[in-house]
């Protein structure tokens, strides 16, 4: 059985930093690509990074480019994003996915979701 598992979020001001991690079981990450999206209040979801398993090939959102990193362990079978300089209008409810073996940033297109873990932003 397919299980994401976010877990990092919490209370942060802004300009600060934060690390979330994503831990994947019953199946290996080197088949998967890994995605986060991420949904706030009154708002769609959407993509924010993922990264493919075959190459480490990764792909971001405009918005969070040059401040966010995506990452993966294959022995821990975790994926990380790694989240600097954050700013209000990245507070929203972040979630680990993935499609399969191909990235994806579209959330119709996503198989199996965590369950997401808050992140807010905040003085």
């Known amino acids: 059985q397919v299980q994401l598992v976010e877990s990092g979020g919490g209370l942060v001001q802004p300009g600060g930093s934060l690390r979330l991690s994503c831990e994947a079981s019953?199946?290996?990450?080197?088949?998967?690509?890994i995605g986060w999206f991420r949904q706030a209040p009154g708002k769609e979801r959407e993509g924010v990074s993922c990264?493919?398993?075959?190459?480490?090939?990764?792909y971001y959102a405009d918005a969070v480019k040059g401040r966010f990193t995506i990452s993966r362990d294959n022995a821990k079978n975790t994926v990380y994003l790694q989240m600097n300089s954050l700013k209000a209008e990245d507070a929203a409810v972040y979630y680990c996915?993935?499609?399969?073996?191909?990235?994806?940033?579209?959330?119709?297109?996503?198989?199996?979701w965590g369950q997401g873990t808050q992140v807010t932003v905040s003085t």
């Open positions: 996915a993935t499609k399969g073996s191909l990235c994806t940033l579209v959330p119709g297109s996503v198989r199996y």
């Open positions: 019953g199946f290996g990450l080197d088949y998967y690509a």
């Open positions: 990264i493919s398993m075959s190459d480490g090939t990764t």
